[in-house]
């Protein structure tokens, strides 16, 4: 199985939650954790920025990753939303059942 954790940034946690909610609705991820409380500092357009944001943490796999990639940005406000996947190295097995199990497509 080949879970992936995603990043992506939000502007506040109305559109964090209303992210996290449609990708796990829509079965691109089986959980998605919303931290708070992040201050990013980056460089936009020439300038540098500081700003609070909610960061997303979503649980997902390899299989469904092309899926939240094209839905990510329709769902996102910004321009450019972050989106950055990294591989699970390990994890407890049963766990990461249930992530494939979370995002595998319905029974009818």
């Known amino acids: 199985?080949?879970?992936?954790?995603?990043?992506?940034?939000?502007?506040d946690d109305a559109t964090a939650a209303r992210i996290a909610h449609a990708l796990v609705d829509e079965r691109l991820a089986t959980c998605v954790n919303r931290l708070p409380g992040v201050?990013?500092?980056?460089?936009?357009?020439?300038?540098?920025?500081?700003?609070?944001e909610v960061l997303l943490l979503i649980k997902t796999t390899r299989e469904r990753l092309p899926a939240l990639r094209e839905r990510v940005p329709a769902l996102h406000p910004y321009e450019l939303p972050e989106l950055i996947a990294v591989e699970v190295a390990g994890g407890l097995p049963a766990y990461l059942d249930w992530v494939a199990a979370g995002v595998a497509p319905a029974a009818d």
């Open 1 to 11: 199985m080949d879970a992936l954790l995603a990043f992506c940034a939000c502007p």
């Open 39 to 52: 201050r990013s500092t980056y460089r936009w357009q020439g300038a540098v920025h500081d700003e609070a």
